[in-house]
């Protein structure tokens, strides 16, 4: 099974900061990845595809980077409404594995 | 509007069985493949399985491998996720979800809010 990693595990900021969590594959995934936002007592919301494209009505603060096994999500100018945890995902090989995830707090 | 509903959570004892059903609404199941994905309390996410849009291809996660079994009714726009010998660690909200586009795995655009399975004696 592929294993992912992310890192940091939490990061705290401030509003208007540059954030950006990376996510790191086992093995090569090309660019079947996907970016997941989560916030308590709620479904994920899926933020991007296919490593970078961004997903309909998705802000544009939010981009995606990466290929390979090395991938990056960006928050341009972290908001409020964007206090979360978010998750890579695989979509290369099955079975698909999740991130464990990274806490973005203010 | 797509929207997905569980149903069918619950307390259930150890090694007994569940079925979960996934009903959609505002659109049709049928283009698109449909995973489970689980969510043990205060933990990350796990993908359990996914059933490709013809019902043709099945994956599971290993964690449930021959114990879980998923299923699809195109007729009544309706997924299913069978679990037998159910385990303690299988405790977790369940989520149906979509794949964003028809015939490819790229990711889960619609979600449904999740049913609870608890596995206790």
């Known amino acids: 099974d592929i294993q992912m990693t992310q890192s940091p595990s939490s990061v705290s900021a401030s509003i208007g900061d540059r954030v950006t969590i990376t996510c790191r594959t086992s093995?090569?995934?090309?660019?079947?990845l996907a970016w997941y936002q989560q916030k308590p007592g709620k479904a994920p919301k899926l933020l991007i595809y296919?490593?970078?494209s961004l997903q309909s009505g998705v802000p544009s603060r939010f981009s995606g980077n990466g290929s390979g096994t090395d991938f990056s999500l960006t928050v341009s100018s972290l908001q409020p409404d964007d206090i979360a945890t978010y998750y890579c995902?695989?979509?290369?090989?099955?079975?698909?594995?999740f991130g464990p995830g990274t806490k973005v707090e203010i | 509007q797509e929207q997905l509903v569980e149903s069918g959570g619950g307390l259930v004892q150890p090694g007994r069985s569940l079925r979960l059903s996934c009903e959609a609404s505002?659109?049709?199941?049928?283009?698109?493949?449909i995973h489970w994905v689980r969510q043990a309390p205060g933990k990350g996410l796990e993908w359990v399985a996914l059933?490709?849009?013809?019902?043709?291809?099945?994956f599971y996660a290993d964690s449930v491998k021959g114990r879980f079994t998923i299923s699809r009714d195109r007729s009544k726009n309706m997924l299913f996720l069978e679990m037998a010998s159910l385990r303690p660690q299988d405790t977790a909200i369940y989520y149906c979800?979509?794949?964003?586009?028809?015939?490819?795995?790229?990711?889960?655009?619609?979600w449904g809010p999740g049913t609870m399975v608890t596995v206790s004696s």
């Open positions: 979800a979509k794949e964003a586009f028809s015939g490819s795995y790229y990711g889960m655009d619609v």
């Open positions: 505002g659109s049709t199941l049928s283009r698109y493949g």
């Open positions: 059933i490709s849009n013809n019902g043709n291809n099945k």
């Open positions: 093995q090569d995934i090309s660019r079947w």
């Open positions: 296919a490593a970078s």
């Open positions: 995902q695989q979509a290369k090989i099955f079975p698909f594995t």
